[in-house]
Nanobody, 123 residues
């Protein structure tokens, strides 16, 4: 599956963005989906994940209550709504697809990755 992320940009602290990730394959429901991010000079980290049917969602502790992951299995898309953004949310955000949701926080669980979309939050 090929993944194409979009929606990044420059926003002031407290602002919002909606990231989207479009998947190329019609077997989109075969995959659990995740979002990761990599801030400048830091390692890539888990942000959020959603199971194939949207029945379960998981979040990094620091984004709970501010970010919301969702998916649309007819349109083959997964989205990440970012609210109440903070400067520390500045990063390149990547969407990824996994066959299993058992280790949703682990990058090696994800076999397919999008190219990343950059989010910059100004203070």
């Amino acid at each position: 599956v090929q993944l194409q992320a979009s929606g990044g940009g420059l926003v002031p602290a407290g602002g919002s963005l909606r990231l989207s990730c479009a998947a190329s394959k019609r077997t989109f429901t075969s995959y659990h989906m995740g979002w990761f991010r990599q801030a400048p000079g830091k390692e890539r980290e888990f942000v959020a994940a959603i199971t194939w049917d949207g029945g379960s969602t998981y979040y990094k502790e620091s984004v709970k209550g501010r970010f919301t992951i969702s998916r649309h299995n007819v349109k083959n898309t997964v989205s990440l709504q970012l609210n109440s953004l903070k400067p520390e949310d500045t990063a390149v955000y990547y969407c990824a697809a996994a066959y299993s949701a058992s280790a949703y926080q682990i990058q090696s669980s994800y076999f397919f990755w999008g190219q990343g979309t950059e989010v910059t939050v100004s203070s």
